[in-house]
């Protein structure tokens, strides 16, 4: 395992443990138990695996968030049934108070969006969409956002 990769591993650690900030939920309630493959790969070449919850690609650091953004966009358009999200260094977000991002390296994720989708539908059912701002709402869950739109959001 790289250094790289072992951070990633740490960072997923820390986005599952349970939050009292976040009402006892953890950033991200499914990170610890999907099967997680983490890949260092030029942005160029970010291709989806079946098989796994999530794939972490490490992609060089020298890109400009508006660029990452531009090769996630790319890749949500080239495979419809995966989405594609990036995790920025210089970029932090938060859910209330609780940083989200990895804060070291940028990272494009996948995720299958049949499986995605199934997750938000019953996290949407608790309340841990409440301590989301209703902007971070929309970046993240885009056209799914209607999930949620009944519920008490922050911000």
């Not at 939050?19 to 991200?28: A, N, T």
């Not at 098989?51 to 495979?79: A, T």
């Amino acid at each position: 395992m790289t250094e790289k990769e072992a951070y990633i591993h740490e960072w997923i650690e820390e986005v599952s443990k349970s939050r009292e900030e976040l009402g006892g939920f953890s950033v991200c309630p499914y990170a610890s138990n999907s099967k997680t493959l983490i890949l260092e790969t030029p942005i160029d070449d970010v291709v989806p695996q079946s098989g796994y919850d999530v794939i972490v690609f490490i992609v060089e650091d020298f890109w400009r968030p508006e660029q990452v953004l531009k090769w996630v966009k790319h890749y949500n358009e080239k495979y419809s049934y995966y989405k594609f999200f990036e995790d920025l260094a210089s970029v932090p977000t938060f859910i209330g108070d609780v940083q989200t991002n990895n804060k070291k390296f940028n990272l494009i994720l996948c995720q299958s969006k049949k499986k995605l989708s199934a997750i938000r539908k019953k996290l949407a059912e608790t309340d841990y969409y409440n301590y989301w701002t209703k902007e971070y709402l929309e970046e993240i869950l885009g056209e799914e956002v209607n999930l949620v739109e009944n519920q008490d959001i922050s911000g």
